[in-house]
């Protein structure tokens, strides 16, 4: 039995011992062909080590491509944010500065949904009965006019905005101080058509548009837009002036409800539709 054990291990045995000879040889001399054979195996593996180093750097390069795109991704957001917050703040900044320098009784709200890709548009903003906000009032922003308040609840209010083919408002331009009624006929979000300014007037482009002392609902003097173009129809001895609203409801978020019921009487002349 130990006979058959050894005949196994023999070569086992023998390998080892010459691999431990050797070894020690090679450690333990320092002969000029020793020293050439350990130059030309050190250039041997070196050179085959280089060939394939390529591909170690290659697959660390992918890593770091990676945690850098990650936290390139993470920077990103992060900028995205606070450039949005920085916006936000600015802008509640102008909204405080508005609402403390005019003579307005005016309550902040914040516009919650929009219905502004029809004709008859709507909004609806987070103060109601509750806040003493009552159908009739004013809607605007610090750039100028949004909507007046068609229907309340005790939290919210829905808004009639300017874009809406119901809306009529009484303007006029500044400085010429030529008076009409402004409104929207429901296609260009973006233009508005102030109707009944007499030819002889003297208007040009860019000209201010404002709420004229006829409005039973918003405050004199108020911004709606300014002049884009004007035009005369065959026949006719006014303009069809069209204006640019000063305040974008694509970008409306914030309003301030004018805490101030209507005249009756001028009501009913403002709903009047124009001929």
Do not use: C
């Not at 957001?77 to 909204?95: D, I, M, P, Q």
């Amino acid at each position: 039995m130990p006979f058959r054990l050894w005949d196994r291990l023999r070569d086992w045995v023998v390998l080892f011992v010459l691999l431990s000879v050797s070894l020690g040889v090679m450690l333990t001399l320092n002969t000029p062909m020793l020293r050439a054979f350990r130059s030309v195996a050190l250039e041997v593996t070196g050179s085959v080590e280089a060939r394939f180093a390529w591909a170690g750097n290659f697959l660390r390069a992918l890593d770091e491509n990676q945690v850098l795109r990650e936290s390139n991704i993470a920077l990103s957001s992060e900028l995205a944010r606070s450039r949005a917050a920085h916006l936000e703040n600015e802008r509640l900044r102008s909204l405080l500065d508005f609402r403390d320098s005019t003579a307005y009784p005016l309550l902040p709200a914040r516009i919650v949904t929009k219905d502004i890709f029809r004709q008859e548009n709507n909004l609806t903003i987070n103060v109601g009965r509750l806040n003493q906000v009552e159908e009739g009032m004013a809607v605007i922003d610090e750039r100028g006019i949004l909507g007046k308040v068609i229907l309340v609840s005790d939290h919210y209010s829905r808004v009639m905005p300017y874009l809406n083919t119901d809306f009529r408002v009484p303007a006029k331009i500044e400085p010429l101080g030529a008076a009409g009624i402004l409104r929207w006929q429901g296609t260009n979000p973006a233009q508005l058509l102030l109707e009944h300014i007499v030819k002889t007037e003297r208007v040009q482009n860019g000209q201010l548009v404002v709420v004229s002392d006829e409005s039973s609902v918003f405050p004199s003097g108020y911004p709606i837009g300014h002049i884009d173009s004007f035009a005369t129809q065959p026949g006719r001895n006014a303009y069809e002036i069209f204006v640019t609203p000063s305040a974008f409801l694509h970008n409306a978020e914030y309003a301030f409800v004018v805490k101030e019921l209507p005249s009756a009487e001028l009501g009913a002349l403002e709903a009047q539709t124009a001929p």
